[in-house]
């Protein structure tokens, strides 16, 4: 599973490399599951470690080859999607918030249902480096926990007022 997990992390790593360099197409979701702080705290290290490993089982499952996913911390994931936009990026992170409410996941006895939040950037027209397109999936994810559910970065615009 750890091999899955760095195998997620490089391919991450290497789509926001890209988008740098070639002005590549792609989008970077950010996920996080409500509640897995909680069902940590519940249950343990070891059987959380078994949930995410239902998770990140059920989520691959609605991913192509090239795309990538790892586990950042508790509860939160990332997944680069190769060549996605904005359409293809929305599709996948409603297959994923599906698949996720669709069957409980079950550990140490007990059975829960998992929701998600998906914060989503794209490349290169959200950011063209690792650092800001991370930094724009964060700042999506924050406003899809107040909306409870998906969230496309939206860069602010400020205006100034005459003095």
Not at 104 to 127: I, K, M, Q, W, Y
């Amino acid at each position: 599973m750890k091999a899955r997990w760095l195998a997620g992390i490089v391919g991450l790593a290497a789509l926001v490399r890209q988008a740098g360099r070639h002005d590549a197409a792609g989008a970077v979701l950010l996920v996080h599951l409500p509640g897995f702080t909680r069902l940590t705290h519940d249950l343990g290290e070891a059987a959380t470690s078994e949930v995410f490993d239902q998770v990140e089982a059920r989520l691959r499952a609605h991913l192509r080859a090239g795309d990538a996913i790892c586990r950042l911390e508790a509860g939160e994931l990332a997944i680069a999607l190769e060549g996605a936009d904005k359409p293809q990026a929305e599709a996948v992170a409603r297959r994923l918030q599906e698949a996720l409410a669709a069957a409980p996941v079950t550990a140490a006895g007990r059975t829960e249902v998992l929701s998600a939040n998906v914060g989503v950037a794209l490349c290169p027209g959200d950011a063209t480096d690792a650092e800001a397109l991370m930094g724009c999936a964060t700042e999506a994810l924050h406003h899809a926990h107040t909306e409870r559910g998906l969230y496309f970065y939206r860069p602010v615009t400020v205006r100034l007022l005459p003095q």
